[in-house]
């Protein structure tokens, strides 16, 4: 077994940030046609220095662009690459508790591959020029995302293991560009395994003909053949969202349906989890994190409420997680980003760097370092 990579750290950060006024007015402008591209992403540019600036302050050692060049955390991506379109549609939202988001939607036109000139690979080339001694860290959604949100049309691929064949060759692809553009730290983020612990979601996909059960085993089954290749240097994490859209949620129950299949035979190096809220259930599932070498971000603090967590409590869950996973192996961070879409969650930017340095501060007391 390989040894513990130096990432994800003890105290780590999902990696979307809340977008300043300045450049959703900006962003606003320039899709109205008055501002142009160049100016935006001059501008783009400007505040991801500052935020990047103040994650080291904070003393953050993985930083992000905060996605502040994206509308989503996973459209952006997909719908560049090769294959997939972005379609608009009326009333396709994303529907969360009390919340929806803008109808937008994606669809697989072609064969799907990875072009060598997306646009998200300039975007790390920025960050890791800008993040200093710090570690960069790309986030891109996971590839089971494609297949859980995209619209797949049945002539391109009639047969659904060429897609997933396709899908998985796709990111081998986007793995190898990143790395070449210097990334070391790559995350995936993805709520389908999520979805895959909610009985509610479950009958849903249910209803539209997919085996909750078959799909957790296909989506493991890609997700390995995308990671076979890596570099040895890479770190590759998963996040596993169950909703993040202006302080809403989507789905709700523990990670016991999926724990066997995502933390036994998933090969990534961590998993951020969600554990902010008894929404997501108990660390007993924990208990399939066997592998020596494999990482368990806990994602005690939420990224949802401006309120500071009691840090004797964080701290108790901390220690009731190390029953169950070696607490070398146990990190802590929000529970996700602070802005999944562009709207961002409900606090302000001041209240977000609190949050980050309150994990920071949790993280120092309980391993002594970060």
């Known amino acids: 077994m390989s040894m513990l990579k130096a990432a994800p750290y003890r105290a780590d950060h999902v990696g979307?940030?809340?977008?300043?006024?300045?450049?959703?007015?900006?962003?606003?402008?320039?899709?109205?046609?008055?501002?142009?591209?160049?100016?935006?992403?001059?501008?783009?540019?400007?505040?991801?220095?500052?935020?990047v600036a103040r994650q080291q302050e904070i003393g953050l050692k993985a930083v992000t662009d905060g996605e502040l060049r994206r509308a989503y955390?996973?459209?952006?991506?997909?719908?560049?690459?090769?294959?997939?379109?972005?379609?608009?549609?009326?009333?396709?939202?994303?529907?969360?508790?009390?919340?929806?988001?803008?109808?937008?939607?994606?669809?697989?036109?072609?064969?799907?591959?990875?072009?060598?000139?997306?646009?998200?690979?300039?975007?790390?080339r920025y960050l890791a020029g800008v993040a200093g001694a710090s570690v960069p860290k790309m986030t891109i959604p996971s590839p089971s995302m494609l297949h859980f949100r995209g619209q797949i049309d049945p002539q391109v691929y009639p047969d659904l293991d060429l897609f997933f064949h396709d899908l998985a060759q796709a990111y081998q692809d986007a793995l190898r560009a990143f790395y070449d553009a210097?990334?070391?730290?790559?995350?995936?983020?993805?709520?389908?395994?999520?979805?895959?612990c909610s009985a509610e979601q479950r009958s849903e996909l249910q209803a539209r003909g997919l085996d909750p059960d078959e799909l957790q085993q296909r989506y493991a089954q890609t997700l390995n053949q995308a990671l076979a290749h890596r570099p040895a240097d890479l770190t590759i994490t998963m996040h596993i969202c169950r909703g993040n859209f202006r302080s809403s949620w989507i789905a709700s129950g523990g990670y016991e349906p999926v724990a066997e299949t995502l933390f036994g035979t998933v090969n990534v190096d961590g998993f951020f989890l969600e554990y902010d809220t008894e929404r997501a259930g108990g660390f007993e599932p924990l208990r399939f994190a066997t592998r020596p070498d494999l990482k368990i971000v806990l994602g005690l603090i939420t990224s949802k409420f401006p309120a500071l967590e009691d840090s004797d409590m964080i701290k108790r869950r901390i220690d009731e997680a190390s029953r169950y996973v070696d607490g070398n192996r146990l990190c802590l961070s929000p529970?996700?980003?602070?802005?999944?879409?562009?709207?961002?969650?409900?606090?302000?930017?001041?209240?977000?760097?609190?949050?980050?340095?309150h994990v920071v501060a949790i993280a120092?007391?309980?391993?002594?370092?970060?």
């Open 73 to 124: 955390w996973h459209f952006d991506f997909l719908e560049h690459l090769k294959g997939v379109q972005a379609v608009e549609v009326t009333d396709n939202g994303i529907h969360f508790q009390g919340q929806s988001t803008q109808s937008h939607s994606i669809r697989v036109v072609d064969r799907v591959g990875f072009d060598p000139n997306h646009p998200m690979l300039q975007h790390f």
């Open 364 to 370: 120092r007391d309980v391993w002594g370092s970060i």
């Open 16 to 51: 979307s940030l809340l977008r300043p006024e300045r450049l959703k007015e900006a962003r606003r402008q320039a899709a109205a046609g008055t501002l142009s591209p160049e100016s935006l992403t001059a501008l783009e540019n400007e505040e991801i220095r500052r935020i």
């Open 182 to 196: 210097g990334c070391r730290y790559l995350q995936l983020d993805d709520t389908s395994w999520a979805y895959l």
């Open 335 to 357: 529970q996700c980003g602070f802005a999944s879409t562009e709207e961002g969650n409900l606090l302000t930017e001041e209240e977000q760097w609190a949050k980050l340095q």
